[in-house]
T-cell receptor, first 113, second 112 residues
Framework: EPEVTQTPSHQVTQMGQEVILRCVPI?????FYWYRQILGQKVEFLVS????????KSEIFDDQFSVERPDGSNFTLKIRSTKLEDSAMYFC???????????FGPGTRLLVL | GQQLNQSPQSMFIQEGEDVSMNCTSS?????WLWYKQDPGEGPVLLIA?????ELTSNGRLTAQFGITRKDSFLNISASIPSDVGIYFC????????????FGQGTTLQVKP
């Protein structure tokens, strides 16, 4: 069964460093999303992406964040200058149509020291 | 912004018992979803509800989309140890972006 994959599974970085989180959505999907989950809290929407453009972004998704689909298979989230409060689990999701089920990847656990 | 209130926050039950959890919102959602999350993993879809009043089952799980479109519940019958995990409701509004709003989660523990 097709699945969303994410790399790396864990990343530790120093405050102020740039990180890139990678996702490979399900191959025929057209809509892509990033969510984050701070430890012990709920899953929060960050950004949705369609047709090589951001469709919607949350207040969390400030100028330090960017997304890109550099080729036909990868979808990346870049945090330009990480802060301590960026420590969280980051989930990628995708679906064929925005109204259909979103399939989540296993997540990348980011720890900012 | 839109928020979902999910309750209870946690439950500790005996194997074989039935479980019920619910989500409410002050605003309307067009789709209600129930996900389960195991430790260190991503949410996995359990049930999707697309129509007000819809009642849908998936094995021992049953969920309903409230008639007002502002609430949903999930029932688990005859719980087993592998039901342990965190259950999240999520709603999708009428916007065009597919954004999901998640509830705070219900942590379920099942005692064998």
């Amino acid at each position: 069964e097709p699945e969303v994959t994410q790399t790396p599974s864990h990343q530790v970085t120093q405050m102020g460093q740039e990180v890139i989180l990678r996702c490979v959505p399900i191959s025929n999907h057209l809509y892509f999303y990033w969510y984050r989950q701070i430890l012990g809290q709920k899953v929060e929407f960050l950004v949705s992406f369609y047709n090589n453009e951001i469709s919607e972004k949350s207040e969390i998704f400030d100028d330090q964040f960017s997304v890109e689909r550099p080729d036909g298979s990868n979808f990346t989230l870049k945090i330009r200058s990480t802060k301590l409060e960026d420590s969280a689990m980051y989930f990628c999701a995708s679906n064929l149509d925005r109204k259909e089920t979103q399939y989540f990847g296993p997540g990348t656990r980011l720890l900012v020291l | 912004g839109q928020q979902l209130n999910q309750s209870p926050q946690s439950m500790f039950i005996q194997e074989g018992e039935d479980v019920s959890m619910n989500c409410t919102s002050s605003s309307i959602f067009n789709t209600w979803l129930w996900y389960k999350q195991d430790p260190g993993e991503g949410p996995v879809l359990l049930i999707a509800l697309y129509k007000a009043g819809e009642l849908t089952s998936n094995g021992r799980l049953t969920a309903q989309f409230g008639i007002t479109r502002k609430d949903s519940f999930l029932n688990i019958s005859a719980s087993i140890p592998s039901d342990v995990g965190i259950y999240f409701c999520a709603g999708q509004s009428s916007g065009n972006t597919g954004k999901l709003i998640f509830g705070q989660g219900t942590t379920l523990q099942v005692k064998p």
